[in-house]
């Protein structure tokens, strides 16, 4: 299996630094992981502090994975034991092919301890500490609120996949984590959208693509519009029965 191949070199790769623990949350860790499909999305602890001479490793490992199938769907954030507790601080990731900081979020921090897995090392539980119900969900709403509402008024976005996708998905994800407190799945996400409302053609469309299944689906305008005309009110709607 690729994915596994890919992940067995990036542990040996990884080796020399001397992870603490190497995990892995989003779909690879919640079992929804469509291989070509979905992210590869990881965690890893090293001792630090993080040099510049580490950090130059880690780049030239990872340009060395990227000749490797799926490498490009890898990214992966570095923590270390200091710096790990903290929600807002920023830490070196690979994403995208290359290097930038960026926290590790309270949704990636709750993913982590109910359902992350554990690929090297020790449990997520040993540095980091749980999430509060009331941090979640104001991120949740705050993610929706700033960033994918705004996003939803820029018409030139919405007839890409990965818009209409992740937009879909994560405010349905959203509205389970305000409403229940829980965290669900992609695939849970595709199953609660019909009766929150959404155009019943473009969640076919998104359960086509990502499954593999075959069939016609709305056209890239087509399915733009539908989707902005749902997801803005409903966003709105949202946001404002959340305090």
Known sequence: MPTEALISRFLDDLSPLRPLAVWAHGSLGGGDYQEGRSDLDLIAVLPGPLTPASVRRLIVLHRHLRAAPLADRLHCSYLTPPTAADPERPHLTWAHGRIKRRPVTPVTRSELHEFGRVLHGAPPAAYLPPVPDRELRDFVAADQRDFWRPAVDKERLWTE???????????????????????ISKRQALTELPALGAPREVVEDITRRRYGEHGPGPSPDRRARLTRAYLGPAIDALVAGYR
């Not at 996949?161 to 965290?183: N, S």
Request: hydrophobic letters at 50%; charged letters at 25%.
């Open 161 to 183: 996949d990965i818009w209409v996708d992740l937009g879909l998905l994560t405010f349905a994800r959203a509205t389970v984590t305000l409403r229940e407190g829980r965290l």
